[in-house]
């Protein structure tokens, strides 16, 4: 398994970035997929969850109404569109899968930075 986040980046408030979560080495279309996030100092939290099909999401209540996931099952990528930023959005935001057989898998992280 492997996962590739990009699209991270410094950006204003009131900003948006809309991340990537590049799947090899599995089935991608077959699983769950979950976006995460880390602050400094805090415990990494689900921002975002979505079925292998795409056809459900759901979304952390800090998030909701600003920030979109999505998935592209015939490029084998996750995304997620994030819109008016704010500080408290600052963090490194993970992409996630959970195999079959319970083994958990993260990508490297890609760091959002929201300031002006």
């Known amino acids: 398994v492997q996962l590739v986040e990009s699209g991270g980046g410094l950006v204003q408030p009131g900003g948006s970035l809309r991340l990537s979560c590049a799947a090899s080495r599995f089935t991608f279309s077959s699983y769950v997929m979950s976006w995460h996030r880390q602050a400094l100092g805090k415990e990494r939290e689900l921002v975002a969850i979505i079925t292998s099909t795409g056809g459900s999401t759901n979304y952390a209540d800090s998030v909701k109404g600003r920030f979109t996931i999505s998935r592209d099952n015939a490029e084998n990528t996750m995304y997620l569109q994030m819109n008016s930023l704010k500080p408290e959005d600052t963090a490194v935001y993970y992409c996630?899968?959970?195999?079959?057989?319970?083994?958990?898998?993260w990508g490297q992280g890609t760091q959002v930075t929201v300031s002006s």
């Open positions: 996630r899968v959970v195999t079959d057989r319970g083994t958990i898998y």
